[in-house]
């Protein structure tokens, strides 16, 4: 067999283990026909480069070579530092990544015994002076997209100014099928008196969720989608709210002008993707005069947006005469427990910022008026009491059950001879569905028709990839040690965790995993309208050891349900139980207080609790709110705007 590498291939345990790497942008005109002859060209030159067996394991994705956070790549990572391949290729480092941040991988597979080729841009990092190579490729990688992105907006530009292009069409806005410029599009009859009146509305109160709910009664919008209209599938046309009335509102549109070049996208080199961002520069946005479609004066919209502004400063962002604070914050990336509480009545998230207290949690479904859960938590002191709720539980733990550790041995047997049979299964699957895609390409190759063997071949290939990734998953899956942890080893990685979210403010996606999701249930204080905010979640301590997911028997060991209030108790509820012992031995107030450590007025209160307590035959002083109240201040539910919606979970 030729042999075309120096140093020829070499395999650590006599089959070679192979790394496929393919990919493409996964654009409009992108198919898989380019990661199939990405694999085949792989392949053929492994084959002509080694005569013994051969594994592969191929990663496939369909997303730009610029992103340095997809799975494929922290994948390809992790098959690297396992060190049990021998090559990693790809017809070009592009296929890899299209950044610098390629020399890295390089390095990875240098430092880990790994073979990276890339035979068109001449990369081996068997070979001296691959680091200049790998340098150079993926800076040109980098700059190709950079002035590929240049050229498609100057173009863009050009048609904007020149030719009329479209770019976006608001609601009531027709755009007939195939009208290209903006002199083929005329606003809705039937909608211009609505646009009239809603500018009208708005004129005159300033309140655009009045507006909003005025636009989704019925008989008010003309057509939810109109025949003629070319649809923007992204968008769709979902009901109104304040932010859409106000967006519709300040659409240069409604004037006659159209505008491009406001948001521009910038590139953070952190991640490699590309954001949307406010254009710095006024003057690269472009404007173009659309007099037809005019409904209401230049001058009238801006004292409009004008009055808006003015009416709303007080409700922005405050920063510190910086800008926004939350610029270039991702939204997910919020306090705990933000965004991981829910709520138990209509399944909405709770948010920042409820009833107008920055630090106030609340659900979202009533801020909207689509639930009457008030319950509310104040961010600080929610996070405070879950952590020690946590810390509280992880003293408690104890040994493993000594059941489970006599049957270890063979619950980790039954899992490996299981795994191995999987991996069999998949192997054998994988080889007759592979010869049945080189068949059926044979017969194309021969001369018959495409069109006869296309669905059959594209339901093979389809099938071979979902095959390589189980496979691929199933081998990178942890195994279970036949000896466990000790306890306090993962009580000591919780506390590290828990120590890191004490000492910073915020906590590491490791306590997210942990905690889950806390569903928040509303209740009352006895002989009080008050209602607070009470935390049910489940403790996950397999988040610590991955390995331990796959016994079932330690799910009541490491699967921890706990309930925690999300407020601070008041004195007389916490010793209401205490003080009514005492008085039941004939102690005085003065006694009990010194005794207890209260006020004697905290005792005469705490005693009253207990007395309603006993009378309303409950056992706690918080009791359970399953309906809507009708007390008090929270008459949420009666407002004119109130309709309750509960939200519907995604399926996948």
């Known amino acids: 067999m030729p042999q075309f590498l120096s140093p020829p291939l070499a395999s650590k345990a006599g089959t070679l283990k192979v790394i496929i790497v393919v990919r493409h942008s996964g654009g409009p005109n992108q198919t898989d026909i380019s990661l199939d002859a990405q694999e085949r060209t792989a392949r053929e030159y492994i084959s002509a480069n080694w005569g013994g067996p051969v594994e592969y394991i191929l990663i496939s994705s369909r997303v730009s070579g610029e992103w340095l956070n997809r799975d494929e790549l922290q994948q390809l990572q992790d098959h690297i530092s396992t060190r049990r391949f021998d090559v990693v290729i790809a017809d070009e480092g592009s296929r890899i990544i299209r950044d610098v941040a390629l020399y890295a991988i390089c390095g990875l597979c240098k430092d880990n015994d790994t073979r990276l080729i890339a035979p068109n841009d001449n990369i081996d990092t068997a070979q001296d002076g691959w680091e200049l190579l790998t340098l150079f490729a993926g800076f040109r990688g980098g700059q190709e997209n950079s002035k590929t992105s240049e050229r498609l907006k100057s173009r863009c530009d050009q048609r904007f100014i020149e030719k009329g292009m479209i770019g976006s069409t608001p609601r009531w806005l027709i755009k007939p099928m195939g009208v290209k410029t903006d002199q083929g599009c005329s606003w809705d009859a039937d909608a211009i008196p609505v646009i009239l009146e809603l500018v009208s509305k708005l004129e005159s109160s300033g309140n655009a969720s009045a507006v909003a709910d005025w636009l989704n ?54 991640t490699g993707r590309r954001i949307a961002v406010t254009n710095p520069d006024p003057t690269d946005v472009k404007w173009r005069e659309v007099p037809h479609l005019a409904l209401i004066t230049r001058e009238r919209q801006d004292a ?3 009055k808006l502004s003015f009416q709303n400063a007080n409700r922005r962002r405050k920063g510190s ?33 409820a009833n107008g207290t920055k630090l106030s949690l609340g659900c979202r479904g009533y801020q909207d008026y689509k639930c009457w859960n008030p319950a509310l938590a104040l961010g600080p002191v929610a996070r405070r009491n879950l952590l020690t709720a946590v810390s509280t539980v992880l003293d408690g733990l104890q040994g493993w059950p000594e059941e489970i550790m006599r049957n270890l041995a063979e619950i980790a047997d039954a899992q490996q001879q299981g795994r191995r049979d999987e991996i069999q299964r998949l192997e054998s699957e994988l080889c007759r569905v592979s010869s049945e895609v080189e068949n059926y390409t044979k017969a194309i190759g021969q001369g018959m028709s495409l069109d006869l063997v296309r669905e059959a071949l594209q339901s093979a290939d389809v099938r071979r990839r979902d095959l390589q990734a189980n496979l691929g998953r199933l081998r990178a899956a942890p195994v279970i040690s036949a000896e466990l942890p000790r306890i306090d080893e993962i ?17 590491d996606d490791v306590i997210r995993v942990m905690v889950g999701k806390i569903v928040v249930y509303p209740i009352r204080q006895v002989g009080t309208d008050l209602i607070r905010g009470i935390g049910e979640f489940t403790l996950d301590l397999t988040t610590l050891v991955p390995s331990l997911r796959e016994v079932k028997e330690l799910e009541a060991v490491l699967k921890i349900p706990i309930k925690v209030d999300l407020f601070n108790r008041p004195q007389q509820a916490v010793f209401a139980a205490e003080v009514a012992r005492l008085r039941g031995e004939r102690f005085r107030y003065r006694a009990i207080a010194k005794r207890v450590g209260i006020t004697m007025q905290a005792a005469r209160n705490a005693y009253q609790m207990w007395l309603e307590i006993q009378n309303c035959g409950a056992s706690d002083p918080y009791v359970p709110v399953d309906a809507a109240p009708d007390y008090g201040r929270y008459s949420r539910h009666h407002h004119e705007r109130y309709r309750f919606e509960r939200r519907v979970e995604p399926t996948t």
């Open 217 to 270: 009664s019925d008989g008010v919008d003309p057509w939810d989608v109109h025949p003629e209209r070319e649809r923007d599938v992204r968008r769709g046309n979902r009901p109104w709210d304040a932010g859409t009335v106000l967006q519709f509102a300040r659409n240069p549109m409604l004037a006659g002008r159209r505008f491009r070049g406001k948001k521009r996208t910038e590139k953070r080199y952190s």
């Open 491 to 507: 009580r000591a990685l919780a506390r590290e965790v828990i120590a890191t979210a004490n000492s910073d403010g915020g906590l």
């Open 304 to 306: 409009l947006i004008a």
């Open 321 to 353: 005469g910086c800008g926004d604070p939350r610029r270039n914050v991702p939204r997910k990336r919020t306090v705990w427990p933000g965004q991981a509480m829910t709520c138990s009545v209509c399944r909405r998230p709770y948010h920042y910022g």
